[in-house]
């Protein structure tokens, strides 16, 4: 088993990073020729999912979550603790915080236009995020 983290920045509600290249770095340096790799953000205004990560595909993710919690509805989080973030927390908990892709042959089992990606949901212009990937066989 091999526990890593990947740290970076994102910037803003509705900001997707494609981190499957730093997934891919942990997976080999794993040396795991076959098993799992969980890829985990602590927090709750993050999701972990994997999408092509192409330009319309994105907006269309992006639409569809504002669709589900739009931001011109009141929510009870709002009201309790005055952060606007009460959006954010629905999207997160909708998606979810990690996801699991089978490693093969010391590869990463995605499909060919697969990625993994982090979703900044959080209204917050900047947000420092750890991802926890963890590699066992």
């Not at 509600?13 to 942990?26: A, F, L, M, S, W």
């Not at 092509?52 to 907006?59: D, N, Q």
């Amino acid at each position: 088993m091999l526990r890593r983290t990947i740290r970076l920045e994102t910037h803003g509600e509705g900001d997707i990073v494609d981190i499957t290249p730093h997934v891919e770095r942990i997976v080999r340096e794993s040396g795991v020729p076959d098993g799992l790799v969980n890829i985990f953000v602590p927090g709750s205004t993050a999701a972990v999912t994997t999408i092509e990560y192409e330009a319309g595909v994105l907006a269309d993710l992006a639409r569809a979550l504002s669709v589900i919690a739009p931001d011109d509805i009141p929510y009870a989080h709002d009201r309790a603790w005055g952060d606007g973030n009460g959006r954010s927390h629905v999207k997160a908990a909708i998606v979810g915080p990690s996801v699991t892709v089978p490693v093969i042959e010391g590869d990463l089992g995605c499909g060919t236009w697969q990625q993994i990606v982090l979703l900044e949901l959080d209204v917050r212009p900047v947000r420092n995020r750890t991802i926890i990937v963890t590699v066992t066989d």
